[in-house]
């Protein structure tokens, strides 16, 4: 069997283009987050209307 460790992980925000998550954001499950990271706050959901009817 053959094949590579690469890995090139990314992400799209609905209505933006397409970007490359950096190695700095990934980290083990198992060790703890590198000392000093600090992630930005999730954007806030989109607001959706219920169906009228």
Known sequence: MGGSRDLQLSWQAPGSAREVITPQYLFPTEDAAP???????????????????
């Open 35 to 53: 000392e000093g990271l600090v992630l930005p706050p999730p954007p806030a959901p989109p607001t959706v209307e219920p169906p009228k009817g």
